[in-house]
Each structure stands twice: as C-alpha cells, then as structure tokens.
C-alpha cells in the first residue's frame, strides 16, 4: 500500500511539513526500552514520516535525548518539534529552556517551538522571546498546545501574536470537539492543527464499527482512525509507537481510500460535536 505520498500541510511561513508524522509521549521512561524507541523512531523517518514531536516534559526531558539519538546524522532530513512547560515560559526561561532541549537532543535548531499549555507568564512575555529565539535561528517558528478558540484570539491580540505557527491539540474520532469551533478557526487562518493522541492511547480501536470498518477497507482499526483525521485540511497527525512494524501500519494509512457511506457510520459510531465544548485534555 505504500504507492502513496504522504500528504504535506503548509506552515503560515510556506514551509511544508508531513501531514504524517511521530509523536514521543511516554517514549524515554523505561531505560530498557530505549534502543527499541530509537529504532522505531529512525524507521519512521525512512518511511517519510519525517516530522517528529517532543516536549521538555516527556520523562524529563529523556525523549528528546531520545529523539536526538533517532536524528544523529541525519538532522536535516527532520522537521523537529518540541514544547517547553508553560512554567518555564517567561523570557528568561523559555530561552534556557530552548538551550537545554538543543543541548538533549543534540540539535542547534527546533524547527517549531510550542508553549505546551496556558500558564502564568503573560502570552506577550512568552510570545516575545519566542520571537528572539527566531530571530537568533535557535528556532525556525513558534506555536502553542492546548490552546481553545478564545486562547487563540487573545494570542493574535498580542504584538507578534499573529506569527503563531501551529496549535496543538487533543483531537481523534473519540475527541472531536475542536470541530465546533477551533478547527474551523484555526483553518479559516491558515493555521495548522496537531492532532495528539489521534487513536485515544488505543482505547477506540476496540469499537465495533470502527473494526467493520477497517476490515471492510483491509485495514486495521488504527489505519481508520488515522486516516479520519488525515481527511481534515490542516491537520497534522502524530501518533506515537515504539514498534517499526507499527510505523510502518501508521505510514500506511494515507492510503486508505475510505467510502462516503464508511464515513458517515463513522459519524454515526463517533458523533460529531453540536454545540461547543470545553477544550479536553489529556
């Protein structure tokens, strides 16, 4: 099945990016399963899956040494996403945080740099030095997670708001929320949803129709899943695994070619949002 490209979404500065790629939630916090996480990793990235995604807080910060070993030698070949804690985002402390996340992963640059949730510092205070780390070349763009509709409009409101490169949310056919409201807005700005989580930590695939359905497509319910959000414009999709084997069933969902009639049961199954939500979380 892998005829197919990997779909790319566009950033707000023209660069292009796989609408397919790697999370690492949870990677970094068994030592024995480290070789492993690596190995997937840099499978993925073979796959074209070339967009990884990691943050300061995942195991304490042993992800990113972990995605930094996956990209040794290759770094050019990856669009690097990490997150520093909304606690450490004030102008002095996003920039040693940056400095810190280089320092693990081995790297001189983070492609995109995310505010990982709302906190205490002022956005203008964060979205400033964020700013500097751009203008400095530590980072390539910046952007945010967690943030709902009414986060997004007072970020624009800031000086340099409006730079934000991407919003990174909890989003799967369980969570569909953000289609209410925050996706529409978020696409009607051009601005790049990430979809964390997109198979719920495994707890959809065991859905009776979501199953009908994949075994309808020769898929497995885990390729649906994916496949639902890829479906979305604008979204980028990050599931995470330590198996190459699974990689390699990930990289595969963008070639399902999924009915109308398959879609709409999937409404049905995991209906979507009439009213807004509160943001969800996990």
Request: glycine content about 8%; proline content about 6%.
């Amino acid at each position: 099945m892998r005829d197919d490209a990997i779909p790319t979404i566009r950033l707000p500065d023209g660069t292009e990016v796989p609408a397919l790629g790697q999370g690492t939630w949870n990677m970094g916090e068994n030592p024995g399963e480290a070789r492993q996480e690596i190995e997937s990793l840099r499978a993925g990235l073979d796959l074209g899956m070339t967009l990884i995604d990691t943050a300061e807080m995942y195991a304490e910060g042993r992800a990113e040494k972990i995605v930094g070993e996956a990209i040794r030698g290759r770094r050019d070949d990856v669009f690097l996403v990490s997150k520093v804690y909304p606690w450490n985002a004030s102008s002095k402390g996003t920039m040693e945080a940056c400095d810190n996340s280089l320092s693990r992963m081995g790297t001189d640059r983070i492609d995109l740099y995310l505010l990982h949730w709302r906190g205490d510092h002022p956005l203008a205070e964060t979205v400033e030095a964020f700013e500097e780390l751009k203008a400095s070349g530590k980072i390539g763009a910046w952007g945010v997670s967690n943030f709902d509709t009414d986060d997004m409009e007072e970020l624009l409101a800031v000086p340099s708001g409006a730079n934000v490169a991407a919003n990174q949310v909890l989003y799967n056919l369980a969570r569909r929320g953000i289609e209410f409201d925050l996706l529409p807005w978020c696409q009607q700005r051009s601005i790049p949803v990430m979809a964390y989580s997109p198979i719920e930590q495994g707890r959809i695939l065991h859905n009776p129709e979501l199953i009908r359905i994949a075994k309808a497509n020769q898929a497995t319910p885990a390729q649906v899943a994916l496949a639902f959000l890829l479906e979305r414009d604008g979204v980028i999709v990050i599931p995470k695994t330590a198996n190459a084997a699974r990689a390699a069933e990930n990289r595969d969902a963008v070639s399902l070619d999924i009915t109308d009639e398959d879609w709409a049961a999937l409404d049905a199954a995991f209906p979507p949002p009439t009213k807004k939500k509160p943001l969800e979380m996990l």
